[in-house]
Nanobody, 116 residues
């Protein structure tokens, strides 16, 4: 059974940092591209970053230069380092596997709140 479990969400002040983790199991993690997607209150899903199996990365303009996606294939874990956080970054953050051009499996999400 495929499982993706996010962790690391918290309440943080503007300008602060957080690192999210996504523990994967039930599939060959190293073979798959992985993404982070977020959903802000009252808004739709927003893709923010992808890392492929070779380690190449892509970012949405809204987070470029502030967020860094990475993966540790030995630990079957995906990460999202978030720096210079803004109130607009407040959202539930999901990790998802990529299957071709589509999203495959999703985690349950972790809440990030940026507020003073």
């Amino acid at each position: 059974e495929v499982q993706l479990v996010e962790s690391g969400g918290d309440l943080v002040q503007p300008g602060g940092s957080l690192r999210l983790s996504c523990a994967a199991s039930g599939f060959t993690f190293s073979n798959y591209a992985m993404s982070w997607v977020r959903q802000a209150p009252g808004k739709g899903l927003e893709w923010i970053s992808t890392i492929n199996s070779a380690g190449s990365t892509g970012y949405a303009d809204s987070v470029k230069g502030r967020f860094t996606i990475s993966r540790d294939n030995a630990k079957n874990t995906l990460y999202l380092q978030m720096n210079s956080l803004k109130p607009d970054d407040t959202a539930v953050y999901y990790c998802a596997s990529r299957e071709g051009g589509s999203f495959g499996s999703w985690g349950q999400g972790t809440q990030v709140t940026v507020s003073s």
